[in-house]
């Protein structure tokens, strides 16, 4: 667009702020009528008023106002449409000490700000009110210097406060599942208290710690999914040394809480099965721990593998004790796949295949 039809057209859109910006005097402001602005500003009111995003400008000394329809819709009678020419310091007296330091920085030059979730209270409709923001004050050029303060928005306390409710939620859930793990815990010793129960009270609880160690990553990640490194490595946290014997990779990928929850206690039995029985009985030993999501006959699959290398010959038991059965159990249903276990020259082997799909989630990249 030429610059005549900048000059010539520059309010006649925009809504209702445009109407109201085009019906304002704005010879009784230090701007004088709209005719003398400079490009700049011209340019800048043009865009804000054709916007959806909600934006607002402060120009000059005296930060002179102007703000769009989708701003409109921030704000109460107590401001709209009073706020439009009228200077900023005057208007925002209740939240200078917030705002005013920001708009200093940007008019004297230092660049724009960026705030994310940033609490700004605000009085709306008769009250004051607790609202988060994120926004950006950015610099409009002057020749060569800074002319004003270009504002983009968005009100987002809404999911500020979805926020806070499902930390308070979790806060309280991690709490409870604390105490119950705690009750349990205590039953056990009271169930176990002949010495010749030591084994078996020692594997309760070890596997009480590893359903408690997986809970507290899922709170962290608000009980719907968790990232599957992240599953694994705080399953085997308490089996490393200082020397690692345990080789994981894998693409990033998220599980849900109940497949957390299953893969952790199963990753607990095999450790304590390779500590007492298997790779990691000797020096030269180590563990493999593998995944991957790809095809099988046209079919997502997600595969999870469990190798131990370097150990003695295993051998097979001549039935299924508890901790074999739970980790087929557990990860069979939650996972709805199949587990299978091998035990060959090369070292045991636990393999879980699923349907991609049932991990409820799909690849993610390594930056998420």
Not at 103 to 120: K, R
Request: hydrophobic letters at 40%; charged letters at 20%.
């Amino acid at each position: 667009m030429r610059r005549e039809e900048i000059v010539s057209d520059f309010l006649t859109s925009g809504g209702e702020m445009g109407a109201l910006t085009r019906a304002f005097d704005w010879s009784k402001t230090s701007l004088g009528p709209s005719e003398t602005w400079p490009q700049s500003l011209r340019v800048m009111v043009r865009l804000i008023l054709t916007s959806r995003h909600p934006m607002f400008i402060w120009w000059g000394p005296e930060l002179i106002q102007f703000y769009n329809d989708a701003y409109r819709e921030t704000m109460g009678p107590e401001r709209h449409p009073s706020a439009l020419g009228a200077r900023g310091r005057e208007c925002w007296a209740e939240i200078w000490d917030i705002i005013g330091p920001q708009i200093d920085h940007v008019m004297a030059g230092h660049g724009a700000t960026w705030n994310v979730d940033q609490l700004v209270p605000v009085t709306r409709h008769g009250r004051r009110e607790d609202v988060w923001w994120t926004y950006s004050f950015n610099p409009i050029d002057l020749e060569g210097e800074v002319g004003g303060v270009l504002v983009v928005c968005r009100d987002v306390t809404s999911e500020h406060l979805a926020r806070s409710t499902l930390n308070l939620i979790n806060e309280e859930l991690k709490h409870r599942v604390k105490n119950i793990l705690a009750v349990l815990s205590a039953v056990a010793a009271q169930t176990f208290r002949d010495p010749s129960s030591k084994a078996d009270l020692e594997k309760y609880l070890g596997r009480l710690a590893a359903f408690g160690r997986a809970s507290d990553l899922l709170t962290a990640a608000n009980w719907a999914e968790a990232p599957l490194q992240d599953i694994v490595n705080t399953a085997l946290g308490p089996y490393r040394g200082g020397e690692d014997r345990f080789e994981v990779s894998g693409p990033p990928l998220a599980i849900k809480s109940r497949q957390a929850l299953a893969l952790s206690l199963a990753i607990h039995e095999l450790a304590t099965n390779a500590l007492k029985y298997g790779a990691l009985t000797v020096a030269s030993g180590r563990v493999s721990i593998t995944w991957a999501a790809e095809e099988h006959e046209g079919t997502p699959n997600f595969t999870f593998i469990w190798q131990e290398l370097g150990g003695p010959s295993p051998s097979e038991p001549a039935g299924a004790g508890f901790g074999s059965r739970l980790i087929s159990g557990v990860l069979e249903n939650d996972f709805g796949g199949s587990v299978e276990v091998s035990y060959g020259s090369a070292g045991f082997i636990c393999r879980l295949t699923a349907p991609l799909i049932n991990l409820g989630a799909s690849p993610r990249t390594a930056t998420q």
